[in-house]
Nanobody, 121 residues
Framework: QVQLVESGGGLVQAGGSLRLSCAAS????????MGWFRQAPGKERQFVAG????????YYAGSVKGRFTISRDNAQNTVYLQMNNLKTEDTAVYYC??????????????WGQGTQVSVSE
């Protein structure tokens, strides 16, 4: 069983930055692909960014590419999402997710509880 705990959400003005963190329990963190998803009010949850097990493979949704950066620290069992040049349409609950024994997160096995990101004009 893996537990994921997100932090770092908050309220920021458009054009600002936030850094989300996701701390994972367990001793096999490096065997999981990790990712971030988000869900805005009234919308379905959508993929934001993913990272392979060693951190050398990253991929993004088109709407955030060039503005968001995902990274991981396997020694600290933590994955990050650096969000720059935030837009009002980035407002959502952001979820950390993990999928075992793969480099690409498609169908996560584990989810965090979510952290709210709100971007104002």
């Amino acid at each position: 069983q893996v537990q994921l705990v997100e932090s770092g959400g908050g309220l920021v003005q458009a054009g600002g930055s936030l850094r989300l963190s996701c701390a994972a329990s367990g001793r096999t963190f490096s065997s999981y692909a990790m990712g971030w998803f988000r869900q805005a009010p009234g919308k379905e949850r959508q993929f934001v960014a993913g990272i392979g097990r060693t951190g050398d493979y990253t991929y993004y949704a088109g709407s955030v590419k060039g503005r968001f950066t995902i990274s991981r620290d396997n020694a600290q069992n933590t994955v990050y999402l650096q969000m720059n040049n935030l837009k009002t349409e980035d407002t959502a609950v952001y979820y950390c997710a993990a999928q075992v024994h793969t480099n690409m997160i498609i169908n996560p096995n584990y989810w965090g509880q979510g952290t709210q990101v709100s971007v104002s004009e």
